[in-house]
């Protein structure tokens, strides 16, 4: 099969090549899955699961991508939930090879049933993006109607998902970003928006549950806004602002097949809206995950036309 490749961690995504590689086989309880469309996230080429296992030995070449939407094709031993010739999409494992391929096999459970009318494309732009917000917002953020949140990068592939998916909570959400972001945050939802290089962002009031996805400056700055009792929630690693009387929680975000159904059901009935940024072919790949401009919202790779 094709798929991109990584094999040199200092090159970055400049080492993303296409190559063959063998088709996978399904092991217990996993499906083999016909890839077609994958979205990906920059950042992963970072992640020390695209380079090591869980025991920290090299496995290279590996396979990036994480997101993926396409059809079942065979079962594992074992494997109950789904069937041959359905119809899926979900978040592979961190340490198995990815979704940048023609095939995966992958944990059935981590696989949810995508709608007949919901195209492949953006079904692979939903995954990381839209459980990040919703386990962050609900599980981890414990969001009530009435609360109020400062929603970061609010334009960007987890910003509006974490805009639409609050504000359909009954909050209300001040969006985050750059100057050339304030409309797209405003028309994902967003109640207010500030612009981080050039408003104040301690003019904000308190609110009750800051979600971040920037980390660094801006999450300290951030925390000194909740309201006693609120929480911040860190989707990029460890919260480095800590306050006793606020709650600070960073999590990575899981697989979750109930999640992933509830998500897909509020794009079928236009609850909300995908934000797909760029969309290239695996053979038109390179270029499209090494943009030479900044782009918001998801990149998304049509593995199959």
Excluded: C
């Excluded at 460890?238 to 992933?260: K, T």
Aim: glycine fraction near 12%; charged fraction near 20%.
């Amino acid at each position: 099969m094709k798929a991109i490749v990584v094999t040199d961690q200092a090159a970055g995504r400049a080492g993303l090549k296409l190559a063959e590689r063998p088709e996978p086989q399904a092991a217990i309880n996993d499906v083999v899955v016909q890839v077609h469309a994958s979205g990906f996230v920059p950042t992963e080429l970072a992640w020390p699961s695209t380079w090591t296992d869980r025991r920290d030995r090299d496995r290279t070449p590996s396979i990036p991508g994480h997101e993926l939407a396409g059809i079942v094709i065979a079962l594992g031993y074992g494997t109950t939930g789904l069937s041959p010739g359905q119809r899926v999409f979900g978040l592979a494992d961190w340490y198995r090879d990815g979704t940048l391929a023609e095939y995966i096999a992958i944990e059935a459970r981590n696989l949810a049933p995508l709608p007949g009318d919901i195209d492949f494309t953006v079904g692979a732009s939903l995954p990381i993006s839209g459980l990040t917000a919703w386990q962050g917002l609900f599980q981890h953020g414990r969001l009530r109607a009435g609360q109020s949140v400062l929603a970061h990068g609010a334009a960007g592939a987890v910003g509006s998902m974490v805009t639409q998916l609050a504000r359909e909570a009954g909050a209300y959400v001040i969006g985050t970003g750059r100057a050339a972001d304030r409309q797209k945050a405003l028309d994902f939802g967003a109640n207010e928006f500030v612009d981080l290089d050039n408003d104040a962002l301690g003019d904000v009031g308190g609110v009750d549950l800051v979600f971040d996805v920037i980390g660094g400056d801006i999450q300290k700055r951030s925390a000194a806004l909740i309201r006693a009792g609120g929480t911040l929630v860190s989707a990029v690693g460890p919260a480095e602002a800590r306050r006793v009387d606020v709650l600070a929680v960073d999590f990575v975000v899981e697989s979750d097949r109930a999640q992933l159904s509830e998500i897909v059901q509020r794009v079928r009935d236009g609850r909300l809206r995908t934000n797909i940024g760029n969309i290239a072919t695996l053979d038109d790949a390179f270029a499209a995950l090494n943009p030479t401009e900044r782009r918001n919202g998801k990149t998304v790779i049509r593995v199959r036309p």
